[in-house]
Structures are given as C-alpha cells and as structure tokens.
C-alpha cells in the first residue's frame, strides 16, 4: 500500500500543466533582470542545449531545428554549435518585418544553448546500439522540456523560433500550431537535404517533447507553489 501510495503521490507530482506556471522569477518585462532571474535563465539554457546534444549522440535521429543546423554544419565545415548560432541570428531577422521585440532571454537565447549543444556534443559519447541511443535521446527530450520549462517562466522573451512563430501567427491569423507544424517541416526537409540526421529520436522529439515540456511546467509550478 505505501508503495502504491508513493507512486501515485509521483504520478500527481508529474501531471503536465496546461498553462505556463507564474513563479516567483518570472520578470515584468523582457529587459527586467535580477541576479536569481539570470541564473535561472542560463541553467535553464544550458539545459536545453545538454538536451538537445544527447538527442544528437543518440545517433537516432535529430530535433527538426537541429536537423537543419547539422546539414548547414556539414556543409559549411562550421561546427554544429556556430551552425546552431548562425541559425538564431538568421531567425532572429525573420523579427524585424514581424515586428517582434526580443528581450533578454531571446539573445542570450541564441548564444547559450548553441555553446551547450557544442560542449555536449565534443563531451556525451555517441552511441552505437539501440538501447544506448533510445536512453540517451529519451533523456535528451526530458531535458529540453526541463531547460524550456525554466527559461520560458523567466519572462525574458522567447527564443529566436518560438517568436517568429508567434510573429508570423500574429500578422496572418493562422493558427500557431499550423505555422508551428509549417517551419518545423520545412526546415526539417531543408536539414535532411543538406545532409542532416532524421530517423527514430527526431520522430520521439516530434512526438514527446510537448508533454515534456508540459510536465516540466507541472514540477515547477507545484514546487513553487508552497
């Protein structure tokens, strides 16, 4: 019975959360920066990037962004992190005919989680069997949801692709998960033709990284809670 108990008691402590939590970091605006704000932003930055290279040394398939960045990296001879950063930057101008405002977190944004993805993928060992690739791109995706989770209850702006989703959403009326569904696919296309990695950990990524992120939401709005 207690067992029963404790698992349960777990399963309620992981219940995604539909709405993004208000935590006691959250900032009044973009450019509202605190020390224990920016601290929070960075690990969670650096999360997602950790995350996002263990999904790369699964050697199962790549996140769709990614996917992109490691065909340009390929045949740019830039590596995966610099292609990551080049790719930010390129989004980031998709903002100005938008009219999308970055903050804080959308730079730092940019710089953060490309330096995490390099330092993972020179430091996490690449995987050569099934099993080893299924936990590493698993933990990969839990991280990423962790790392979202953190930076997005900040408050300090999105990231360079969520805001030129949001953008794009906000001067054509389409709905946001179309549009989001719309750049994922073709800078999937993109990426795979220039050479990057799509297979079973990009098909996970696709499929369970909402309900990461969604659980993520769900930890940290019962911690802070109390």
């Not at 936990?135 to 997005?152: D, E, K, Q, R, T």
């Not at 969520?162 to 569904?181: E, K, L, P, S, Y």
């Not at 296309?189 to 309900?211: C, E, N, P, S």
Request: aromatic share 10%; proline share 4%.
């Amino acid at each position: 019975m207690e067992q029963g108990s404790r698992f349960n008691s777990l399963l309620a402590h992981l219940r995604p959360h539909k709405t993004v939590p208000i935590t006691p970091w959250r900032a009044k605006h973009r450019w509202d920066l605190s020390l224990s704000r920016v601290l929070i932003l960075f690990f969670g930055l650096a999360i997602f990037g950790f995350g996002d290279a263990l999904v790369v040394q699964s050697n199962l398939g790549n996140a769709p962004w990614t996917v992109f960045a490691q065909g340009l990296s390929l045949k740019s001879g830039l590596t995966l992190g610099w292609a990551t950063f080049f790719t930010g930057c390129f989004v980031l101008l998709i903002w100005i005919p938008l009219r999308e405002r970055p903050g804080f977190g959308t730079l730092t944004n940019i710089v953060i989680i490309s330096a995490a993805i390099q330092f993972g993928v020179d430091r996490f060992p690449l995987q050569h069997t099934f099993i080893g690739g299924l936990i590493s791109a698993l933990l990969g995706i839990a991280l990423v949801g962790v790392g979202s989770a953190l930076y997005i209850t900040c408050g300090l702006g999105p990231g360079p692709r969520d805001g030129a989703m949001t953008g794009i959403h906000n001067r054509t009326g389409v709905r946001v998960g179309r549009v989001r569904m719309a750049i994922e696919v073709t800078v999937l296309i993109i990426g795979g033709l220039l050479g990057g990695k799509i297979g079973l950990g990009t098909a996970l990524f696709a499929l369970l990284i909402g309900q990461s992120v969604a659980i993520s939401f769900g930890v940290v709005a019962r911690l802070t809670s109390k």
